[in-house]
């Protein structure tokens, strides 16, 4: 009888104590589940929370590249305004220099000096019958009175016409060089600029009939271009004007003309003075569509005479189309600077 109890109960341990293992190893799997499936909830909300951090830190990155790029914009104008100012310091000391060097050198060419003015007062006061008439039959138009050294200034758009040939460019180039920096210089800011030689042939070709924009940097590409431009010329501005006239003129815009030159080899002063009469009309108040400048360079006048014809002619012309056309004439006693 003992024998059979024990062996009851040692049965019924056994079985409580299987159960127990079981209900041990299923808590454990229910754990393992709960866990396993609440990882990619996790990972999930982790995910979003990068994505949102890594928009946050692209946002700031395009704001701080656009303010890179404004802080190098405002660094190259500035370098652009120290640019300019040396440049104009070192102008205003070569000015000073040459100034200095003729105040030296005006005892030993005075003689040389009074020689070429007086040349130049005969071919003022030489005037042929046909241009004393053209003179008094000439009608002055009226323009407001802007002007600096008696030369109006009162334009918005400029065109220069330059005599591009050999006398010109080999004698009074660095000269006329000067005379267009001072002519650029007394207009501080115009709305457009163009450059073309007596022949009507542009100086820049891509901006053939089109207006220059007027800036610092556009003014020193001029000048430098300038320098060496030495295109075909026949020493006659009649083309030059005709060009810039039917080009450029517009009733909305106020444009002066200015002639650089030295000699005309022309035929006739009468023919010219009505060609250009012709196309640049005047308006019912007698203003010109366009003011016509010219500057005269003493090339010739230091030549022999029969040589200077066609630079008095020249200065005869001219001083005629500035007086019907609205401008001034300024003709040059020297070629040095």
Known sequence: MRRRRGRRDFEAFSLSFLDVICCGFGAVILLLVLTKFAEPILLEQTTEELNAVIQSLEEE??????????????????????????????????????????????????????????????????????MKRLLADSNRPQFDDATIGGVPVDSEYIIFIIDTSGSMFNYAWPLMLQKMDEVLNAYPRVQG???????????FTRYARKWIPDSPARRKAIIDTLRTWNAFSNSSPVEGIMEAIQAFWDPEKRISLYVFGDDFTGRSLEDVRQRVAQINRADAAGNRRVRIHAIGFPVLFTQPEHVQRSGIRFANL????????????????????
């Open 318 to 337: 001219m001083r005629v189309l500035c007086d019907e056309n609205g401008g001034t004439f300024v003709a040059l006693n020297e070629l040095r600077r």
């Open 61 to 130: 990155l395009v704001e701080i590249r656009g303010e890179t790029r404004i802080v190098n914009q405002e660094l190259v104008g500035r370098r652009e305004q120290v640019s300019e100012v040396e440049e104009r310091v070192a102008r205003l000391q070569g000015d000073l220099s040459k100034l200095e060097s003729q105040y030296r050198a005006t005892s030993q060419s005075s003689q040389v000096s009074t020689v070429v003015e007086g040349k130049l007062m005969e071919a003022r006061q030489t005037l042929t019958e046909e």
């Open 193 to 203: 600029i163009q450059v073309m030689n007596d022949m009507g042939q542009y100086m």
